[in-house]
Every structure is written in structure tokens, then in C-alpha cells.
């Protein structure tokens, strides 16, 4: 009995956690029914008319869609791979530095980013790759002409996700980190005792004991393909870079509340979170599969 209800306790703190879950995920979720409607919002969802599938044909004969799901999906795997190599990289590095102040100081500085969020961060990086910004200033002293960085559509990924990069490696590494302090240190006494140097130790050793944990975070973020981070570019775009910065969620938003298409827009987000749902599905069985990961 006693057990028991210290599980209703644990019951009652998921409480709260559930219900929001309810209100503000699975309650809006009966709007997907705009996709399949001519929606007037002085009729309501019960009262518009039906439109069957018409939204989608429709969605997929625009080019503006097309170039959404294209710009989402280049600048969402650039990000991916970039925030698998980078941490990675920088974890090892890291862990080769034997000066353990330095080596907390580091870590330290590069994680905080992580906490602030788009609105602060996208200020920074637009002040500094401003006309008059640093980086104009320096390239200036070094006799290049200034560049108005966000007004160059072929630009503004790569500053995307540089700028995406600089904000999470620093929390990525940490599970590197984690990751090779798990690798027995006898397994390096014994390389060097064979005459190894430390190249011959990462290539060995160190990443064969981290392989794991990269394969996982790999087969994970296949699940995030078509989320290329509304915040941050929200904060960063404009309409000179459209051609290569809008993304399904950037678009969905001016679409749906600004042009008020609300049908259109809807579409667009239920089909994005139906190939989201299949991806994140493929992603959990391929890492059962792979590695022996699993959820429940």
C-alpha cells in the first residue's frame, strides 16, 4: 500500500504537465480541419464549407512552397551535420587540453549562448554583421569593401547556421564530454605502453568509445529535417533573402496571421507535421536498430 501511494503522488506532480500538454497541444490540434475547408471565420470551423484536398493540389502547383520545403531542408541538414562535427571536434580538442582551469573556463564561456535565446542573440549577430558592424570595420582595416551580409540571399544560410552553431555547440560538447570520460583509461596506458602517440589513441580508441553516442545523436536529429528553427531566423530574415531564408514555419506564419490564409497555411503545417511524425518514427526504429536505443 505504501507503494502505491507514492505513486499517486508521482501521478499527481505529472498532473499539471499533462494538462498543459492537453490545452495548448493536443486541443489545437482539431484546427487541422481548416486544411480540408473553405474557412470563413465569421462561420467557424463547424459552419465553412468543405474543400476535400483542393488546399493541397493547390499548395503543391505554387513555387513558393516548393522553395520553402527546399530552403527548410537544406538549411535543417547543413545544421545537422555542422552540429554533429563541430562539438565533436571541439570535444576532442578539449579533452586533449591537460590544463584543467583553462579547460573549465572553456567550456564554461562556450556553453553560455545556450542560454539566451533568439530575440537577444539575433540583436548581437545582426549588430555585428551590420554595414558600420565589427566585421565590416575589420575587413575594412584589412582593405576588403564592406558587404551587407543580410541583404545577400546566397549569404544568409551559411550565417544561419554559423549563427546556430555558435549558440549550441557549446551544449553539444557537453555530451561528448560525458561520452569519453566513460572510455577506461587503462585502454591508453596500455596503447602507450605499445609505443601509440596520441593520434593513434583518438583514431583507436577515443573514437571508437565515443562512436556510440555520435551514431545516436546522428539517427536522432533525422527526426528534426523539417524544423530548420523558426525563431531564429524569424529574427534574422527580410524579404531580400526569401529566395533562400524562408522556411516552412517563417512562411506558414505570414501566410496563415498576416495574409490571413488560413486554409492554405494550415495545409502546409499538417503536411509538414505528418512527414516530421514519420521521420521522427524512422529515426527511433533505426536507433533500436543500429544501437540499441530505445524510448520505452
Given amino acids: 500500500m505504501r507503494i502505491k501511494g507514492f505513486a499517486k503522488h508521482y501521478y499527481l506532480m505529472l498532473l499539471p504537465g499533462y494538462l498543459w500538454l492537453f490545452v495548448f497541444s493536443i486541443i489545437p490540434m482539431f484546427g487541422i480541419v481548416i486544411?480540408?475547408?473553405?474557412?470563413?471565420?465569421?462561420k467557424g470551423v463547424f459552419g465553412s464549407d468543405w474543400a476535400g484536398l483542393e488546399h493541397f493540389r493547390y499548395m503543391?502547383?505554387?513555387?513558393?512552397?516548393?522553395e520553402v520545403f527546399v530552403n527548410t531542408l537544406v538549411i535543417a541538414v547543413m545544421k545537422i551535420i555542422a552540429n554533429l562535427l563541430v562539438?565533436?571536434?571541439?570535444?576532442l580538442m578539449l579533452n586533449e587540453l591537460r590544463i584543467t582551469i583553462m579547460k573549465r573556463w572553456i567550456q564554461t564561456i562556450v556553453y553560455l549562448p545556450h542560454f539566451l535565446s533568439w530575440v537577444i542573440l539575433g540583436g548581437i549577430i545582426l549588430d555585428l554583421f551590420s554595414y558600420n558592424g565589427p566585421v565590416n570595420q575589420l575587413g575594412a582595416a584589412l582593405g576588403f569593401e564592406p558587404v551587407l551580409f543580410f541583404a545577400k540571399a546566397e549569404l544568409f544560410p551559411f550565417l544561419v547556421v554559423g549563427s546556430d552553431v555558435w549558440k549550441?555547440?557549446?551544449?553539444n560538447t557537453i555530451i561528448?564530454?560525458?561520452?569519453?570520460?566513460?572510455?577506461n583509461p587503462a585502454l591508453y596506458e596500455a596503447a602507450s605502453m605499445d609505443?601509440?602517440?596520441?593520434?593513434?589513441?583518438?583514431w583507436h580508441i577515443t573514437l571508437p568509445g565515443i562512436r556510440t553516442t555520435a551514431v545516436l545523436l546522428a539517427v536522432l536529429s533525422l527526426g528534426n529535417v523539417l524544423n530548420a528553427g523558426f525563431d531564429q531566423i524569424f529574427n534574422l530574415y527580410n524579404p531580400l533573402v526569401y529566395s533562400t531564408g524562408d522556411i516552412i514555419d517563417t512562411w506558414v506564419y505570414r501566410t496563415g496571421l498576416l495574409n490571413l490564409q488560413y486554409e492554405l497555411a494550415t495545409a502546409v503545417g499538417l503536411l509538414k507535421s505528418v512527414v516530421g511524425f514519420i521521420?521522427?518514427?524512422?529515426?527511433?526504429?533505426?536507433?533500436?536498430?543500429?544501437?540499441?536505443?530505445?524510448?520505452?
Avoid at 503543391?60 to 516548393?66: A, S
Wanted: aromatic share 24%; charged share 15%; proline share 3%.
Fill in 35 to 42: 486544411a480540408f475547408q473553405y474557412f470563413n471565420p465569421g
Fill in 60 to 66: 503543391f502547383l505554387l513555387k513558393d512552397t516548393r
Fill in 87 to 91: 562539438p565533436l571536434v571541439f570535444a
Fill in 168 to 171: 549550441e555547440f557549446g551544449f
Fill in 176 to 183: 561528448y564530454l560525458a561520452a569519453l570520460t566513460g572510455i
Fill in 195 to 202: 609505443g601509440a602517440g596520441r593520434w593513434r589513441n583518438l
Fill in 279 to 296: 521521420l521522427i518514427s524512422v529515426s527511433y526504429y533505426l536507433a533500436y536498430r543500429l544501437i540499441n536505443y530505445r524510448i520505452f
